[in-house]
């Protein structure tokens, strides 16, 4: 679970849309790790996680060594386990598949946090403005240009707040209570935060154990959710994590949403529309 929520700075990005409809191919790891080829400063490819839950584009500190990318400002990072400050350097020309090329501010994070092998990880300040489908059946990403009045699957209305997509997802057991939820591409399970003032579905404790993300370590409840509405679709018996938020975190909404529960799953940047398919 590598999910990164950024706070503190915000810099301008001039994402380039894609002219082709060529499909990236993505190799998935451990559930939920998404590995695409990219490109930086013409050189690669590198093998980088693509990851919707993610604020911030990152670089492990290997690949910012052999690119000689030089800090340029710190910000803080965010995630489940607490909060973290990080050093952030410029890529000139980052290009994943036919997105791009475009000029990001990275963060630089020990190689271990993003796992052996990978290079870094394309967050939403790349993908925010764009439209595509991560397809799970057929294991690639398909840009859009043109629209997706012919994509199939349940419509949800997609909001972005401090960087990050939400959805917010009416349940049929509680109709005053509706869940705000981050489409995390890059989430093995589903994760609950335990906020005062915010209701949980009905679910059933299982374990009591550790949850690690890029930003560190807490103990967290391993609960089993008897049902999930993600609009006309329902989830039944899911395995999740409850992590503990204080009142001060609720804008990071009431959880993290796994895509990889779904056949297909389109983010529309323009419409702001997120279309889930059923598996």
Known sequence: ??????????????????????????????????????????????RFLFDTGSTRTTVSAKMAYRLRLRPVAKTVMVTPAGRSTRLVALLERLTVGAAGPTSVRAMIVPDDDLGHGID???????????????????????????????????????????GRPIVSLRQRA???????????????????????????????????????????????????????????????????VIVSRPEADAPLGDGLLPLHLFARVTFDGTRKELIVEAR
Do not use: C
């Open 174 to 240: 509680d109709k005053s209570n509706a869940l705000q939820l981050i489409p995390d591409s890059g989430a093995d399970a589903l994760v609950l935060f335990a906020r005062p003032g915010r209701g949980l579905p009905f679910l059933t404790l299982l374990d009591v154990g550790g949850l690690r993300t890029l930003g560190g370590q807490q103990l967290v409840r391993w609960v089993r959710v008897d049902d999930l509405d993600v609009g006309a679709i329902r989830l039944r018996d899911q395995i999740a």
């Open 1 to 46: 679970m590598r999910s990164i929520l950024v706070l503190g700075l915000v810099f301008g990005l001039a994402s380039a849309i894609p002219s082709a409809t060529a499909p990236l191919p993505f190799r998935l790891v451990n559930t939920s790790d998404l590995i695409v080829p990219v490109m930086l400063d013409g050189q690669g490819p590198f």
């Open 120 to 162: 870094g990880l394309v967050g939403q300040d790349v993908l925010a403005a764009l439209t595509y489908t991560i397809d799970y059946t057929q294991g690639h990403v398909m840009w859009h240009p043109s629209g997706v009045e012919h994509v199939s699957g349940v419509r949800l209305p997609l909001e972005f707040s401090e």
